[in-house]
């Protein structure tokens, strides 16, 4: 019996790629779009809309595009990043129509259907075209200087609601810090994937935190002047904690040290509270945080972050319904800064909930994704990126909640913005990609696995029987994909 299992050839080691779960989310998602368009339809005018069944193709479209790509070139990729995307892009177009109802005249859900389109295209583009993700390292110093110069751009053009972070020629207007927040983590992940070893093994220890030294504390001081040179000629808040928030995450990420998290907390405080206090935009913010009622006791009436609470307030635990709230009374920004509050009004506590959820769920798929990779640069760029989605949701949810200050950023895939949704769909591609190289077998994961399974099925070499049988298991088990054969004799063993 020994020579016959030893003469069958080893089993195979296979990954499941579950492409066919990414399509059945995939269909999920497109009909709660659909459902949802059709029951905003039904709330506003008591039947189903007539073009309904003209929505539903077109998102099914992108996302059948969107699959297809996945599954030709990346297929073993992690099969929630791009329904979870399709989902929340999809809900963003519902709440997005429902509000163009209550304001006449105004129709941006289509418009953000076209920018979703733009959007899925590059998705497919950086799926079929970056094959390795280790090609970016080579670009880290271009990228921090394209990124440079987009941030720079918005300061020569007019301030639009106070900040100075869009770029309009005629009709067109884009906001280039968001797609400056992608080659920043490009260059904050390659940068810290070839210094980690001086960053990590350097330093003096004050009472029960490690610290720094001086020299290797230089380059987050260099970034953190940045954040606040960006803050105070650009006047936008959200941009500048998103870019040292980005940063510092990564830090602690590739040195594993927490006086770095002290360091970052401690400037990044000390910048927030004088420019709060120097600036005016940033003041009225901060005034308007810490008394959001002010306004309706001074007779004015509720501003828009008063009007936001009323609107959560309105919506409890299940919420009014798609399109019966009044969140339209927030005004201009409720189809941007605000489209949160319209969620939390209609949806209610579970609605907006599971909208949090979906943003963590894809949040935590990004880390997973970094835990599984093997080089330095792919696991901070995978953190990198979905701790960029981790601190915009913080950001924008703890700011129409009066949490925080706000701060003007768009939440991801939900509010009415060409370029973050375009930007979004870049992550979420990145991520796809990085995800299938993670998952991916290795030709040594591939040798290690048949190897294994050639011991299981014939013992190790001189031993038959079930005796040996059960040494060859316990020796299995310590060769896994990742560690690979082990080099050491085992316990108990000739020396």
């Known amino acids: 019996m020994t020579a016959t299992k030893a003469d069958s050839p080893p089993p195979e080691l296979r990954l499941r790629k579950r492409r066919g779960v990414e399509l059945s989310l995939l269909v999920c998602a497109v009909l709660i779009s659909l ?5 905003v339809g039904l709330a506003h005018d008591d039947a189903v809309p007539p073009d309904a069944l003209r929505h539903s193709p077109g998102l099914g479209l992108l996302a059948l595009l969107a ?10 990729a992690d099969p ?53 993700h280790r090609v970016l390292q080579r670009y880290a110093y271009l990228s921090v200087v394209a990124a440079l110069l987009l941030m720079t751009v918005p300061i020569f053009f007019p301030a639009v609601n106070g900040a100075r972070i869009w770029i309009r020629i005629d009709e067109l207007s884009f906001q280039p810090g968001e797609f400056a927040k992608i080659l920043l983590a490009v260059f904050f992940a390659a940068y810290l994937a070839a210094n980690h070893g001086a960053l990590a093994c350097t330093g003096r220890r004050i009472w029960k935190l490690q610290l720094p030294t001086g020299r290797v504390l230089g380059p987050i001081v260099a970034i953190w002047l940045l954040s606040v040179l ?14 040292f ?42 005034e308007d945080w810490l008394d959001p ?9 509720p501003d828009q972050l008063a009007q936001s609470l ?15 709230g009044r969140s339209v009374l927030i005004g201009f920004a409720a189809k941007s800064d605000f489209i949160l509050a319209t969620a939390g009004e209609e949806l209610g506590l579970i609605g907006l909930t599971a909208i949090i959820l979906l943003y963590a769920l894809l949040v935590a798929r990004g880390y997973r994704t970094g835990l599984a990779l093997r080089d330095p640069f792919g696991r901070l760029l995978a953190v990198g990126l979905a701790s960029i989605v981790a601190l915009q949701v913080f950001v924008i949810a703890g700011g129409v909640t009066g949490l925080i200050p706000l701060t003007g950023m768009a939440m991801p895939f939900l509010a009415q913005g060409g370029s973050s949704v375009v930007t979004n769909w870049v992550i979420v591609a990145l991520l796809v990609r990085l995800s299938d190289s993670a998952r991916r077998p290795h ?11 050639a011991v299981i099925a014939t013992g190790p070499p001189g031993r038959t029987g079930p005796a040996g049988h059960a040494g060859s298991a316990g020796h299995a088990g310590s060769a896994g994909p990742a560690d690979g054969p082990s080099a050491e004799p085992a316990t108990g063993g000739e020396r």
Do not use: C
């Open 310 to 324: 009323f609107a959560f307030a309105a919506g409890g635990m299940f919420g009014t319904g798609l399109g019966l």
């Open 80 to 132: 929630l990043l791009l329904p979870i995307a399709v989902l929340l892009n999809g809900v963003g177009l519902v709440l997005l129509h429902r509000l163009d109802l209550a304001t006449p005249g105004e129709r941006d859900a289509p418009a953000q259907l076209v920018w979703s389109t733009l959007g899925v295209a590059l998705f497919i583009a950086v799926v079929a075209l970056l094959r390795d």
């Open 443 to 453: 030709p040594e994961t591939v040798e290690t696995g048949v190897i294994a399974s």
């Open 35 to 39: 459902f949802g368009y059709v029951a």
């Open 245 to 286: 928030g980005l940063f510092v995450i990564l830090l602690y990420v590739a040195t594993g040290r927490t006086g770095w998290i002290a360091v970052g907390l401690l400037l990044a405080g000390v910048g927030a509270f004088a420019v709060g206090w120097l600036e005016p935009h940033v003041h009225s913010r901060v």
């Open 67 to 76: 699959h297809l790509a996945v599954r030709l070139r990346a297929p073993y």
């Open 293 to 301: 009622f002010a306004s309706i006791d001074a007779g004015h009436g």
């Open 230 to 243: 960006v803050l105070v000629l650009e006047r936008d808040l959200g941009t500048s904690l998103l870019f």
